[in-house]
């Protein structure tokens, strides 16, 4: 079973249907018309939702008994990285594609974590744990900020994805702040535990592919930048790293192997770090999933990783070695989304897409749910396909992602795809020269019109409707 939805959903399924079993989908009603459920082998309705049955851990665990499931891989989101739902299917004695739930449960507190890796002597940016309520939390604040300086980041200790994550620059901010991310990291992971990290300014996102199984073999499969993000929140990812620094890379991919270990860290996961301008780098926290951005590493390393997730789950160990990776030329991931950049990324969910056509050709992959007449659900996430093109040099990946980008064709909502034209036309990126202020330093980004080859793509499609019905002799 796959309890998820969208272009992950579909990704499980078709490993899944690879090795031979049978996928099972799940779906609430706002996903009655979704691409995962008529790909699966059986699609099982949970609720109305929208949204809550998908985080039902009781109504997935019905699910997968009444129907004789063996297996349930959690994807992203939702439920990958609730120790509950791990334990549920444990004892529910189902296998849970992914790490234990006591694995789980240690990463992700990053207060834990931190401890963690503290213990393994592993670099760390300054941080607090978990603070205080009242008025001796906000003391430890300010106590902390005197000593490390401004600015610091309030992070809700559950989070991920960007999300219970606040920027502070002053004592003004903390004290305002500090409640109020309480506030939101209860409501977003029902724990209002926060802590404060110092912010590494200007920083670049490096994270590392690690893999590992139950006979004690752990590697990696590469490192991957995601430092072109809005909100934290990723939107371009790369691999590998542009950093021109190897042997900075490999010790980081070393420290990477070193974190998991530290952690008995079972199946696929990735660890995040910071690099400063001076080339040193932090540990940020382990990711218990598989992430959004793993095709680019398929692309680059030959890996299956969603298929080795789920031969490891099955009690298989790693088909292959440290010294088997050979990872060659470089693959970048964009996600298209359903999003107007020019107004603070507003979700377009509700629209229904008239036009759909997409690229194609040598070196690429499209990782998607979105098909033409299909309207989009105003209640999930607003990502639509992950556009992902391999190239042997830097300078063919972007030539060739340019390329998709002027081929694709999305009639409906808006799309982030203006917005990625601009950036693989910016002399920067062409670079490889990037960090996490790239969108705030780069205003150009978001000066755009409608691509008018976009209105000649779609008046060419009316023509062709409209002589295929008037001729019915076209093919």
């Known amino acids: 079973m796959v309890a998820n939805r969208g272009e992950i959903a579909l990704r499980i399924i078709r490993a899944i249907q690879e090795l031979g079993h049978t996928a099972v989908a799940i779906y609430e009603t706002p996903d009655n018309a979704a691409l995962h459920i008529r790909v699966a082998d059986e699609a099982i309705w949970i609720g109305d939702g929208p949204r809550r049955d998908y985080l039902s851990i009781a109504k997935i665990i019905k699910a997968a008994k009444d129907h004789g499931v063996d297996?349930?891989?959690?994807?992203?989101?939702?439920?990958?990285?609730?120790?509950?739902?791990?334990?549920?299917?444990?004892?529910?004695?189902?296998?849970?594609?992914?790490?234990?739930?006591?694995?789980?449960?240690?990463?992700?507190?990053?207060?834990?974590?931190?401890?963690?890796?503290?213990?393994?002597?592993?670099?760390?940016?300054?941080?607090?744990?978990?603070?205080?309520?009242?008025?001796?939390?906000?003391?430890?604040?300010?106590?902390?900020?005197?000593?490390?300086?401004?600015?610091?980041?309030?992070?809700?200790?559950?989070?991920?994805?960007?999300?219970?994550?606040?920027?502070?620059?002053?004592?003004?901010?903390?004290?305002?702040q500090l409640p109020t991310a309480r506030s939101e990291a209860k409501a977003a992971f029902n724990n209002d535990n926060i802590y404060l990290e110092k912010v590494v300014l200007k920083p670049k996102h490096v994270e590392v592919q690690i893999m590992?199984?139950?006979?004690?073999?752990?590697?990696?499969?590469?490192?991957?930048?995601?430092?072109?993000?809005?909100?934290?929140?990723?939107?371009?990812?790369?691999?590998?790293?542009?950093?021109?620094?190897?042997?900075?890379?490999?010790?980081?991919?070393?420290?990477?192997?070193?974190?998991?270990?530290?952690?008995?860290?079972?199946?696929?996961?990735?660890?995040?770090?910071?690099?400063?301008?001076?080339?040193?780098?932090?540990?940020?926290?382990?990711?218990?999933?598989?992430?959004?951005e793993h095709t680019v590493t398929e692309m680059v390393s030959g890996i299956d990783i969603v298929r080795t997730q789920i031969k490891l789950a099955l009690g298989r160990p790693l088909s292959f070695t440290q010294d088997d990776i050979r990872l060659r030329g470089h693959a970048i991931e964009m996600r298209i989304n359903a999003e107007d950049p020019q107004n603070n990324f507003m979700p377009e969910g509700g629209k229904t897409v008239s036009v759909y056509r997409s690229p194609g050709g040598y070196g690429v992959r499209l990782d998607g749910f979105v098909y033409q007449g299909f309207t989009i659900p105003e209640v999930y996430d607003s990502l639509l396909v992950k556009l992902t093109v391999f190239g042997f040099t830097w300078n063919e990946t972007v030539d060739r992602l340019r390329r998709c980008l002027r081929n694709y064709t999305i009639v409906g909502p808006k799309t982030t795809i203006p917005f990625y034209m601009n950036l693989v036309n910016d002399p920067d990126f062409q670079k490889g020269d990037f960090d996490t202020s790239y969108l705030e330093t780069h205003p150009n980004l978001f000066d755009y019109k409608d691509d008018p080859s976009e209105v000649n793509k779609l008046a060419r499609l009316i023509a062709e409707i409209h002589f295929k019905k008037e001729n019915k002799y076209a093919i």
């Open 71 to 176: 297996a349930i891989h959690p994807g992203y989101g939702f439920l990958a990285e609730n120790p509950d739902f791990a334990k549920a299917c444990e004892e529910a004695g189902i296998i849970f594609v992914g790490p234990p739930h006591e694995v789980i449960s240690k990463l992700g507190d990053k207060v834990t974590a931190r401890k963690i890796m503290a213990e393994a002597g592993i670099a760390m940016v300054p941080g607090t744990e978990n603070l205080p309520h009242g008025e001796a939390g906000l003391q430890e604040a300010l106590e902390f900020a005197a000593k490390y300086g401004y600015p610091v980041m309030l992070k809700a200790t559950a989070g991920g994805g960007g999300r219970g994550i606040r920027l502070i620059e002053n004592d003004a901010q903390l004290k305002e």
């Open 212 to 292: 590992a199984d139950n006979f004690g073999n752990t590697l990696h499969l590469g490192t991957r930048d995601c430092s072109i993000q809005r909100r934290n929140q990723k939107l371009v990812e790369i691999a590998p790293s542009m950093i021109p620094d190897k042997k900075l890379l490999d010790e980081i991919c070393a420290t990477a192997v070193q974190a998991a270990k530290a952690s008995n860290y079972f199946n696929a996961g990735t660890v995040e770090f910071l690099v400063d301008k001076d080339n040193k780098f932090y540990f940020m926290e382990i990711n218990t999933r598989v992430q959004v």
